[in-house]
């Protein structure tokens, strides 16, 4: 479920600005390039296990049941992280451990039954970071109030969709455009890939308001997971696109 939360909440304005203001904290600040750093490693993690994951599924055979559970234990890491940021240091890495092993044994089935599909996806996600970074940079897309708005509104839109379809599944009712393979379900998985690129700048514009203010360098840490939750949901939105594109062939 943390994958589609509204707005990323472990990167809000407030956060770093309620910190700056209240915290007396006399250490080292927080900086960009140790954000960026921190954020290399997390996805380094990521990558790492996604891997691992994938050749337990490939080369060893072996059953993937954990899949079921990974994304509830994230669910808790992530509301953990969140209210105790001092500890991001600590808990990122496991959140980020986990969610690997995730979307390698994600990825190796989808790959087992569409070739080349991981390797489009990562190809994918790594290109509309790099450009919202650069559209980001060079201001082409700024993050104003009215950008942000409506961005966390239709996030949040999302996220409500899901949290409806995965109760509904549990009672053995399928929701629409989710998993469908029809133009409307292609159509959606879109939108839900674009609005996800989108927080990529909310993402940015907020890192960018914690350097400024002085945030505590634990911080660092914190945002750094808040980016890489993006990220995960970004790859994730995009195998399922995929995945509905090659149904369809």
Not at 64 to 88: M, Q
Request: include cysteine.
């Amino acid at each position: 479920m943390s994958l589609f939360t509204s707005n990323n909440p472990a990167l809000k304005e407030e956060t770093f600005t309620e910190l700056a203001h209240t915290e007396a904290y006399a250490g080292p600040t927080m900086t960009l390039n140790g954000t960026i750093a921190k954020t290399a490693a997390l996805f380094a993690i990521v990558v790492g296990f996604a891997v691992f994951s994938w050749d337990l599924f490939f080369y060893m055979g072996v059953p993937l049941p954990y899949l079921i559970a990974i994304p509830l234990v994230g669910v808790g890491l992530a509301f953990l992280i969140t209210f105790k940021k001092h500890l991001a240091a600590y808990i990122a890495p496991v959140y980020c451990a986990l969610q690997g092993l995730f979307l390698g044994g994600i990825s190796g089935l989808l790959e087992s039954k569409f070739p080349g599909i991981a390797n489009q996806a990562m190809l994918l996600t790594l290109t509309i970071f790099g450009s919202m970074l650069l559209l980001y940079s060079t201001r082409v897309i700024r993050a104003t109030e009215r950008f942000k708005s409506i961005i966390i509104t239709a996030t949040f839109g999302i996220f409500c969709y899901y949290m409806l379809s995965w109760v509904l599944m549990l009672f053995g009712v399928e929701m629409a455009l989710i998993h469908s393979s029809g133009w409307a379900g292609i159509a959606f998985s879109v939108l839900v890939v674009i609005i996800a690129a989108m927080n990529l700048i909310l993402d940015f514009d907020t890192i960018e308001q914690g350097v400024g203010v002085g945030a505590p360098k634990y911080m660092e840490w914190y945002s750094a997971f808040g980016l890489t939750v993006t990220l995960i949901w970004l790859y994730i939105e995009i195998l399922r696109l995929l995945s509905k594109i090659n149904s369809r062939n």
